[in-house]
Protein backbone atom coordinates (compact mmCIF):
# COMPACT_ATOMS: atom_id res chain seq x y z
CA UNK A 1 0.00 0.00 0.00
CA UNK A 2 1.41 3.40 -0.94
CA UNK A 3 1.82 6.00 1.47
CA UNK A 4 -0.81 8.09 0.33
CA UNK A 5 -3.71 5.88 0.15
CA UNK A 6 -4.87 6.84 3.28
CA UNK A 7 -3.10 10.40 4.26
CA UNK A 8 -3.18 11.76 0.75
CA UNK A 9 -7.11 11.23 0.64
CA UNK A 10 -6.64 13.66 3.93
CA UNK A 11 -4.41 16.30 2.54
CA UNK A 12 -6.77 16.72 -0.07
CA UNK A 13 -9.32 16.82 1.97
CA UNK A 14 -7.09 19.63 3.82
CA UNK A 15 -6.68 21.26 0.40
CA UNK A 16 -10.17 21.95 -0.26
CA UNK A 17 -11.93 22.78 3.14
CA UNK A 18 -9.10 24.99 4.62
CA UNK A 19 -10.34 27.27 7.03
CA UNK A 20 -8.15 30.34 7.35
CA UNK A 21 -8.67 31.17 11.22
CA UNK A 22 -8.36 27.80 12.42
CA UNK A 23 -5.15 27.13 14.16
CA UNK A 24 -5.89 23.80 15.28
CA UNK A 25 -6.04 23.18 11.14
CA UNK A 26 -2.58 24.55 10.92
CA UNK A 27 -0.84 23.08 13.72
CA UNK A 28 -2.69 19.35 12.97
CA UNK A 29 -2.13 19.37 9.45
CA UNK A 30 1.33 20.42 9.79
CA UNK A 31 2.88 18.82 12.28
CA UNK A 32 1.14 15.43 11.11
CA UNK A 33 2.55 15.91 7.70
CA UNK A 34 6.12 16.23 9.37
CA UNK A 35 5.16 12.67 10.93
CA UNK A 36 4.80 11.25 7.80
CA UNK A 37 8.31 12.86 6.57
CA UNK A 38 9.69 11.18 9.72
CA UNK A 39 8.30 8.11 9.48
CA UNK A 40 9.41 7.78 5.79
CA UNK A 41 13.17 8.61 6.45
CA UNK A 42 13.12 5.05 8.49
CA UNK A 43 12.51 6.87 12.07
CA UNK A 44 9.66 5.11 14.78
CA UNK A 45 7.39 7.07 16.14
CA UNK A 46 7.44 10.34 17.37
CA UNK A 47 5.08 13.21 19.01
CA UNK A 48 4.11 15.67 16.66
CA UNK A 49 6.30 17.74 18.07
CA UNK A 50 8.98 15.99 17.42
CA UNK A 51 8.33 15.40 13.92
CA UNK A 52 7.84 19.65 13.53
CA UNK A 53 11.45 20.04 15.26
CA UNK A 54 12.53 16.94 12.46
CA UNK A 55 11.32 18.78 9.59
CA UNK A 56 12.94 21.98 10.78
CA UNK A 57 16.45 20.05 9.62
CA UNK A 58 15.53 17.97 6.70
CA UNK A 59 12.91 20.13 5.09
CA UNK A 60 13.97 23.36 2.66
CA UNK A 61 14.43 26.61 4.52
CA UNK A 62 11.42 28.38 2.94
CA UNK A 63 8.97 26.03 5.21
CA UNK A 64 10.26 26.66 8.35
CA UNK A 65 8.03 30.05 9.43
CA UNK A 66 4.91 27.81 8.41
CA UNK A 67 6.73 24.61 10.33
CA UNK A 68 7.65 27.30 13.36
CA UNK A 69 4.09 28.52 13.07
CA UNK A 70 2.64 24.98 14.04
CA UNK A 71 5.02 24.60 16.91
CA UNK A 72 3.85 27.54 18.65
CA UNK A 73 0.29 26.83 18.08
CA UNK A 74 1.21 23.21 19.70
CA UNK A 75 2.95 24.74 22.98
CA UNK A 76 1.42 28.16 23.24
CA UNK A 77 -1.90 29.19 21.29
CA UNK A 78 -2.43 32.47 22.66
CA UNK A 79 1.55 33.92 21.73
CA UNK A 80 1.68 35.88 18.53
CA UNK A 81 1.70 34.66 14.75
CA UNK A 82 4.45 34.56 12.73
CA UNK A 83 2.00 35.58 9.51
CA UNK A 84 0.83 38.85 9.06
CA UNK A 85 -2.69 37.48 8.00
CA UNK A 86 -4.81 34.47 8.62
CA UNK A 87 -5.00 34.18 4.41
CA UNK A 88 -1.37 34.35 4.27
CA UNK A 89 -0.97 31.70 6.55
CA UNK A 90 -3.63 29.48 4.85
CA UNK A 91 -1.95 30.10 1.64
CA UNK A 92 1.37 28.41 2.53
CA UNK A 93 -0.56 25.91 3.97
CA UNK A 94 -2.07 24.80 0.80
CA UNK A 95 1.16 25.02 -0.56
CA UNK A 96 2.75 23.42 1.89
CA UNK A 97 0.66 20.55 1.78
CA UNK A 98 1.34 20.21 -1.93
CA UNK A 99 5.04 20.49 -1.76
CA UNK A 100 4.58 17.33 0.90
CA UNK A 101 2.52 15.09 -1.12
CA UNK A 102 5.17 15.66 -4.21
CA UNK A 103 7.98 14.99 -1.27
CA UNK A 104 6.38 11.80 -0.24
CA UNK A 105 5.31 10.20 -3.89
CA UNK A 106 9.31 11.21 -4.85
CA UNK A 107 10.62 9.62 -1.34
CA UNK A 108 12.28 6.22 -2.30
CA UNK A 109 10.36 4.46 0.54
CA UNK A 110 7.04 5.65 -0.29
CA UNK A 111 5.78 2.59 -1.58
CA UNK A 112 6.79 0.65 0.97
CA UNK A 113 4.49 -0.96 3.59
CA UNK A 114 5.80 0.04 7.54
CA UNK A 115 6.84 -2.71 9.72
CA UNK A 116 3.81 -1.35 12.29
CA UNK A 117 0.67 -1.42 9.76
CA UNK A 118 2.05 -5.06 8.71
CA UNK A 119 1.75 -6.23 12.30
CA UNK A 120 -1.37 -4.15 12.41
CA UNK A 121 -2.88 -6.02 9.05
CA UNK A 122 -1.76 -9.55 10.76
CA UNK A 123 -3.98 -9.16 13.54
Known amino acids: ?9 QAAA ?17 LNLAKIVYGLDGRSAATRAAAGQYALSVLPAHWHKLI ?25 LRRFVQ ?16 PMRETADRA
Request: net charge positive; charged share 35%.
Open 1 to 9: MKWNAYWGK
Open 14 to 30: VLMHLPEEDERTVEYTV
Open 68 to 92: REALRINKIRSSVSYYESKKARAEE
Open 99 to 114: YILQYCENHPKAGERS
